[in-house]
C-alpha cells in the first residue's frame, strides 16, 4: 500500500515560485510513474505534470510548459514540482498521484492520491 502526503503550498505573489513536494511510504514507490494534478473550486481536476518510473520522461499541459519542473528523488521517496513565474490562475489545490496504467493526462488512470495542498497566487 502506498500513502502520498502532499506539501510546500501556501499564497505567493504573481511572478513567484514554489516548490511541492510529495513523500510516499511504501517500498514499491521507484516503480510507478507518479503525476500531479489541480483542481480550482467549480471547476474540473486537471493534469498538470506526470514524471516516469526512472525520472527519464516528463510531460506537462500546456498551461505550465516552460514554467513548472516535475521531478523525483526515488532514493528519498520523494516528487517534486517546481512552479516558477506563478500566475493568479495557477491557484488550486494540488494533488500528486500514483499512475497506474493507461494515459498519464487522465487523472483515472491513478490509483493512489494525496490529500492536496493549496497554492494560492495573488495578483
Known amino acids: 500500500q502506498v500513502q502520498l502526503v502532499e506539501s510546500g503550498g501556501g499564497l505567493v505573489q504573481a511572478g513567484g515560485s514554489l516548490r511541492l513536494s510529495c513523500a510516499a511510504s511504501?517500498?514499491?514507490?521507484?516503480?510507478?510513474?507518479m503525476g500531479w494534478f489541480r483542481q480550482a473550486p467549480g471547476k474540473e481536476r486537471e493534469f498538470v505534470a506526470a514524471?516516469?518510473?526512472?525520472?527519464?520522461?516528463?510531460y506537462y499541459a500546456d498551461s505550465v510548459k516552460g514554467r513548472f519542473t516535475i521531478s523525483r528523488d526515488n532514493a528519498k521517496n520523494t516528487v517534486y514540482l517546481q512552479m516558477n513565474s506563478l500566475k493568479p490562475e495557477d491557484t488550486a489545490v494540488y494533488y500528486c498521484?500514483?499512475?497506474?496504467?493507461?494515459?498519464?493526462?487522465?487523472?483515472?488512470?491513478?490509483?493512489?492520491w494525496g490529500q492536496g495542498t493549496q497554492v494560492t497566487v495573488s495578483s
Open positions: 498521484a500514483r499512475f497506474s496504467v493507461g494515459d498519464y493526462e487522465d487523472f483515472g488512470d491513478y490509483d493512489y
Open positions: 511504501g517500498r514499491t514507490f521507484s516503480s510507478y510513474a
Open positions: 514524471i516516469s518510473w526512472s525520472g527519464g520522461s516528463t
